[in-house]
């Protein structure tokens, strides 16, 4: 069966997640206040509807209960974005996600017993400082508890060695969960550099030069790992 999201507020936010799921298959019902928004949104999601998702009859009319999932990625306007997810919750939506701009926003919504929260500016922030700060790193997922995985190129003093040698669990108390890696192939009369994946790493894999390594760790291993062989 098909799934079927909902998408409230089409922000650049929003609007990126709408095409995202309309992109894969997903039958997607986009909302906006704003006919605007919703004009540009129309020919790209199944249902484009211009409509206040502060007003309960409204939602209700577009039976938004029915949905596997309700993405509220309304910005700026917070007492908006409140109230919508509150007449979700009254509605009982399956499944809320709701964005919030900072802590506190983040705060109140964990209080109403949401449990997935979205918050694109400070993920994105925190992603450009690490990259700022380690110019090793290429990617960077923030997870609970200090805990993150990160996308590094292979530090100058590793390269060469196998995952044992380095000693990534015992030495560094780090996870590798796999390693991308550049193969020239041929493509038409040209040979071009393809990235793949080794799959799931063994003890004995070598690394190279060129490879990316992708590490889930505590932030302050991971720091010390790169650190430590640059
Ligand atoms: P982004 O960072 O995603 O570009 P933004 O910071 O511009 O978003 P806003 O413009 O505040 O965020 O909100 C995103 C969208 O949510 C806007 O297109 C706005 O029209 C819409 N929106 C705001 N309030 C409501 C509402 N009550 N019902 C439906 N849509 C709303």
């Known amino acids: 069966m098909t799934n079927r999201f909902a998408v409230i507020g089409l922000g650049q936010f929003g609007e990126s997640i709408a095409r995202t799921l309309a992109d894969r298959g997903a ?7 704003d006919l605007d928004k919703v004009e540009l949104m129309k020919d790209d999601v199944a249902y484009a509807v211009a409509l206040d998702s502060t007003d309960v009859k409204a939602l209700r009319a577009q039976n938004i209960q ?12 917070f007492e908006g974005l409140l109230l919508t997810t509150v007449l979700l919750l009254e509605l009982e939506v399956k499944r809320i996600i709701a964005r919030a701009a900072n802590s ?5 919504l964990e209080k109403m017993g949401i449990t997935e929260i979205l918050s694109p500016e400070e993920t994105v922030g925190k992603t450009v400082g690490e990259m700022l700060l380690h110019p090793n790193m290429r990617s960077f997922l923030p997870l609970p ?6 996308e590094i190129n ?6 060469d060695q196998t995952i044992s040698e380095i000693g990534l669990r015992e030495k560094y108390n780090l996870n590798l969960i796999t390693v991308k890696r550049f193969f020239d192939e041929k493509k038409g009369d040209k040979m071009e550099k393809v990235e793949h994946i080794i799959g799931v790493p ?10 990316i390594m992708i590490i889930l760790g505590k932030s302050q291993d991971v720091n010390k ?6």
Do not use: C, H, S, W
């Open 27 to 33: 039958e997607v019902l986009a909302i906006d206040i």
């Open 66 to 77: 029915d949905m596997d999932a309700v993405v509220v990625a309304i910005g700026e306007n």
């Open 104 to 108: 506190q926003q983040r705060m109140i």
């Open 145 to 150: 508890d200090n805990y993150e995985i990160v």
């Open 154 to 159: 292979t530090p100058t003093r590793v390269v």
């Open 202 to 211: 063994r003890a004995d894999t070598f690394l190279k030069e060129t490879d």
């Open 225 to 230: 790992f790169i650190e430590v062989n640059k």
